[in-house]
């Protein structure tokens, strides 16, 4: 089992949800599920001036850094310490 966030390139912005995968014993096959809907990166930084690049820029990472803490927080929450892995990625992907 393992905790991980995916981050969704959606047309209004990046968007967030953190999953846990774990093994289906039915299926026989690894599954996943939504623990957390985060939702999209602009709602963490809404006043900013998105003409200024090197503003923009900013508000992003931190932003970035608000999402990050709160899946560490879900991820500590729903991990069994001995057999989980807990993947922090949430940097922009190119090409996705």
């Given amino acids: 089992m393992s905790v991980n966030i995916r981050e969704i390139n959606k047309p209004r912005g990046p968007y967030f949800q953190v999953l846990e995968n774990y093994w289906d014993p039915v299926e026989k096959k690894p599954r996943h599920r939504t623990l957390l809907t985060i939702g999209y990166l602009y709602k963490y930084f809404p006043d900013h001036d998105p003409d200024d690049p ?11 850094k608000i999402v990050n803490d709160k899946f560490k927080e879900i991820a500590a929450k729903h991990a069994n310490p001995e057999k989980a892995t807990i993947t922090v990625d949430i940097g922009r992907k190119n090409g996705h």
Avoid: G, L, S
Avoid at 55 to 60: D, G, K, L, M, Y
């Fill in 54 to 64: 090197q503003a923009h820029a900013e508000a992003e990472k931190a932003a970035r």
